[in-house]
């Protein structure tokens, strides 16, 4: 256990719990995930309809989520039962997904972009610039961490972020995410997270930054 993430541990609000995802709960999960990254730095530029987003977004998170399940490791935050925040992450070795999971993923970002056809060559650059950069070594990746706006600054993020950090062996792996919000770099940075690279695959698009927070050896 690191003592950056020991540092950092939340006090959640009563109620309320961090625990592995239920089948039922994908649903409920992708629409937590939709609102959160509603106002999303990259999801903005590709759709600056809010209504399009509404629609599109849970679909595409949906898609990420179902094909996360791979990793074995995808946690919710719930209060008083309800959802209210998740974390997909693929543990060491299981990236790269199969070929029938990521097919589903691309199938579900295509089926989301469908809703704005005209950005879809931006959506794929993005996606292909992110697999380009994406480590070689065994590492925990973070594929999506969310929780809804109503429910921000609760301890909710550090404590689905913590449930894999603070996990003993953990540390063993580094473990890398991407983000395309830059308020994220300095709260990823309170985890032991560094940048890494800035990329910026669409000529008017946001950055995306890729974070890494090294393992303990
Ligand atoms: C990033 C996110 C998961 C954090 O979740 P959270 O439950 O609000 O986080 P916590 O309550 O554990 O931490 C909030 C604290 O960090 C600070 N903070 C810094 N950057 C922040 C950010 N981008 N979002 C929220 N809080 C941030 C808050 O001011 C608060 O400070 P305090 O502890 O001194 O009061 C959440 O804001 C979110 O879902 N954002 C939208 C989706 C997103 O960008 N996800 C990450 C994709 S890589």
């Not at 998170?61 to 008083?80: I, K, P």
């Not at 790269?96 to 990521?102: G, Q, V, Y």
């Not at 970002?109 to 993005?126: D, H, K, Q, V, Y």
């Amino acid at each position: 256990m690191s003592a950056m993430s020991d540092a950092v541990r939340p006090q959640l609000p009563g109620n309320s719990q961090v625990d592995v995802i239920g089948a039922t709960e994908i649903g409920a999960a992708a629409h937590v995930a939709a609102r959160a990254l509603h106002d999303d730095p990259m999801f903005v530029f590709l759709s600056k309809d809010a209504q399009r987003r509404r629609r599109a977004l849970p679909v595409f998170l949906r898609a990420v989520l179902e094909s996360g399940l791979a990793g074995r490791a995808t946690y919710v935050a719930r209060r008083s039962g309800v959802v209210c925040g998740v974390a997909a992450w693929l543990s060491p070795g299981t990236y790269p997904l199969s070929i029938s999971r990521r097919a589903r993923q691309a199938l579900g970002a295509l089926r989301a972009l469908a809703a704005t056809p005209r950005t879809i060559p931006a959506g794929l650059s993005a996606m292909i610039a992110m697999e380009r950069a994406h480590p070689l070594e065994e590492h925990w990746y973070l594929a999506l961490l969310a929780v809804d706006p109503a429910e921000q600054g609760h301890g909710f993020g550090a404590a689905l972020l913590q449930e894999i950090l603070t996990r003993e062996g953990a540390d063993l792996w580094p473990a890398y995410l991407e983000t395309t919000n830059p308020r994220n770099l300095a709260w990823y940075g309170r985890f032991g997270f560094d940048v890494e690279e800035e990329l910026r695959p669409i000529a008017t698009g946001p950055a995306i930054w890729t974070m890494r927070r090294p393992s303990a050896g």
